[in-house]
């Protein structure tokens, strides 16, 4: 069992998410960077399924009341078992009575903490991820809550350190496929949309991250009947400012779609503070 003394600005229970039910209306949602949330698991000898805390912004305090084998991922932050400092991106061990501290990070947005055997609470639509844009899922985790640990299943790996997934720069290239609605644009639009230098800008959550720059702007206005929307669509709404989905996006959308960016590229994404100067590079 573990009790939350302090969850930090949002920690939220995540796995792999919800997907294959937009057609029900039901959002994707899942840990925003799900590499980081899949190393977590790895290194403590899960499957990568298993639920993972994220926690936005760190600064959280946890106490095991029994043993347990941890490992924390993701944002780069300080990670202090009983008052010792501990290695992010390895298999730790807690124990019984023991107090973590994942402090706030230095760079990067997010943190992953996974337990050996996962945590088990019931799963609501087959996940036990929290979605902050439908409030499917747990509820956010507050003071004095606790989360029951399951059974640990394989040992975990070696204790060897290994390199995070996700790296952290102050200028992100993120790769992206063009279309299904890129012929809404015209060649220049298109052009100006990959050569610009955008902007990570404070509107930026679990639902999508809204990018500042030059506008882009289609080849005609009209209103464009809502349809569906995958995860790291680029939505080009009438400001021309575009907006990056993330992991709890809509099922729907109904402003153009000029692109979609890879798996890696929304992990990168979901550890940008504002600010983050961000630029789009074609997969031909």
């Known amino acids: 069992m573990i009790r939350i003394l302090t969850p930090g600005p949002l920690a939220l229970l995540q796995d792999h998410g919800r997907p294959g039910l937009a057609h029900l209306g039901v959002p994707r949602s899942g840990a925003a ?23 936005l912004l760190g600064s959280a305090e946890l106490v095991f009341e029994s043993g347990a084998h941890i490992a924390v991922t ?13 290695p992010l ?31 088990a609470v019931p799963p609501v639509l087959g996940s036990r991820s929290s979605d902050v844009l439908a409030h499917l899922g747990p509820a956010a985790l507050k003071a004095g809550d606790t989360l029951p640990i399951g059974t640990p299943g394989l040992p975990p790996p070696s204790p060897d350190v290994v390199r995070s997934t996700v790296p952290f720069e102050e ?74 989905f993330m992991a709890d996006h809509p099922p729907t959308g109904g402003y153009p779609v000029i692109g979609v960016v890879d798996a890696l590229s929304v992990a990168r994404l979901a550890q940008a503070a504002p600010g983050t100067s961000v630029s789009f590079e074609p997969i031909h």
């Not at 990067?108 to 050996?116: F, T």
């Open 33 to 55: 960077d799900l590499l980081s949330h899949d190393l977590a698991n790895r290194l403590v000898g899960n499957d990568v399924d298993e639920a993972t805390i994220e926690f």
């Open 74 to 86: 993701g944002a780069e932050t300080s990670v202090r078992v009983d008052g010792c400092e501990m």
């Open 89 to 119: 991106n390895q298999a730790l061990h807690v124990p019984a009575g023991g107090h973590l501290r994942i402090g706030a990070p230095f760079r990067g947005l997010r943190c992953y903490l996974a337990v050996a055997g996962g945590f």
């Open 171 to 244: 200028r992100l290239s993120l790769r992206y496929r063009r279309g299904p609605r890129d012929d809404w644009f015209d060649a220049a639009a298109l052009s100006g949309f990959e050569e610009e230098s955008w902007t990570v800008t404070s509107e930026a959550n679990r639902v999508g991250v809204r990018l500042a720059g030059a506008p882009v702007v289609p080849i005609d206005h009209e209103e464009m009947p809502s349809e569906g929307m995958v995860l790291g669509a680029i939505q080009v709404p009438a400001s021309g400012q575009p907006i990056v």
